[in-house]
């Protein structure tokens, strides 16, 4: 088995992908030790001392290192780690803890007001089928988490989370794309 490794505009999250399917359904970010508790492969990651964030998307796994870890260092320790799960056919979670799920794509959000449920539709819809998809080759993933009064709130998850270049991205790209079809958008924020 063959992993291979990208980039991302975060200098301290590297994409690494194993030729297989992750995730069949949704995403899932792990920022602590504690939130990898659910996972066997995000405890083992968290388990290098080195690591600081841990994401599984569709087919790729970003990981994070901590402040000062050196990825030459880190590295070959991941990618062990990820060869021995998945050569071994590993399940990717333990069996279901209290408290533990993938969010729902279409979970609703308290800051939607059913009058602009047309617009949150356009919303939605652009944001699944323009922004995620280029955000998923970065490494990460953007959530929508509301619409009110102009404002949309979108949440960075994996390599995106805490990257230098996502405030950018939220503003420069991800806006101005959303107030070109979608004139009711005013601002994007992070949530």
Not at 166 to 186: C, D, F, R, W
């Amino acid at each position: 088995m063959i992993i291979e490794t990208e980039l991302t505009p975060n200098p301290a999250t590297i994409k690494f992908l194993p030729g297989c399917t992750v995730m069949d359904a949704g995403t899932r970010d792990f920022a602590d030790p504690e939130e990898a508790e659910a996972s066997p492969l995000a405890e083992a990651l968290f388990g290098l001392g080195d690591v600081s964030g841990v994401f599984f998307g569709r087919d790729f796994i970003s990981v994070t290192a901590a402040p000062g870890a050196s990825w030459a260092d880190l590295k070959p320790d991941v990618l062990s780690i990820l060869l021995d799960h998945f050569s071994a056919d590993m399940p990717l979670f333990h069996a279901p803890k209290a408290g533990f799920s993938v969010p729902a794509p279409d979970a609703e959000y308290p800051l939607d007001d059913p009058a602009d449920a047309e617009i949150v539709d356009q919303i939605k819809e652009l944001i699944e089928t323009r922004v995620r998809p280029a955000v998923a080759n970065d490494g990460g993933d953007i959530i929508y988490r509301g619409f009110q009064r102009g404002v949309v709130y979108l949440q960075m998850q994996g390599a995106c989370s805490g990257c230098p270049s996502s405030t950018a991205t939220l503003k420069n790209g991800i806006e101005q794309l959303l107030k070109h079809y979608v004139p009711e958008v005013t601002e994007v924020r992070a949530a």
